[in-house]
């Protein structure tokens, strides 16, 4: 079982910064290892892929409308990963969700599909 609390999220002008945070806990062992990603949904509209990143840092793929601007991180001893969203821009406007994926296999974590488990979720709103 994995509980994930995004934080971090808020208004922010466009041109400007902002990190999100996810943290995975309640993690029992048979749950390892984790790949994780970001999505992003506007209300009315489909969930899109941001960015993730599979449970060995080994392939970081990232949404082509976030390519360049936003970078993905984690803190293994603290189960937290990060999203750095620089240059935001009004259509950047979102809620942000966080998701966890079981298991070794990491090649389709641009698929919301094949997440396990996912955050509340935490709004961004970009604002000229």
């Known amino acids: 079982q994995v509980q994930l609390v995004e934080s971090g999220g808020g208004l922010v002008q466009a041109g400007n910064s902002l990190r999100l945070s996810c943290t995975a806990s309640?993690?029992?062992?048979?749950?390892?290892?984790?790949?994780m990603g970001w999505f992003r949904q506007v209300s009315g509209k489909e969930r899109e892929f941001v960015a993730a990143i599979n449970w060995k840092d080994s392939w970081i793929p990232y949404g082509d409308s976030v390519k360049g601007r936003f970078t993905i991180s984690r803190d293994n001893a603290k189960n937290t990963i990060f999203l750095q969203m620089n240059s935001l821009k009004l259509e950047d406007t979102a809620v942000y969700y966080c998701?966890?994926?079981?298991?070794?296999?990491?090649?389709?974590?641009?698929?919301?599909?094949?997440?396990?488990?996912w955050g509340p979720g935490t709004q961004v709103t970009v604002s000229s």
């Open positions: 998701a966890a994926k079981t298991g070794r296999r990491s090649d389709l974590l641009h698929l919301e599909s094949v997440y396990d488990y």
């Open positions: 309640t993690i029992t062992s048979s749950a390892y290892p984790l790949s």
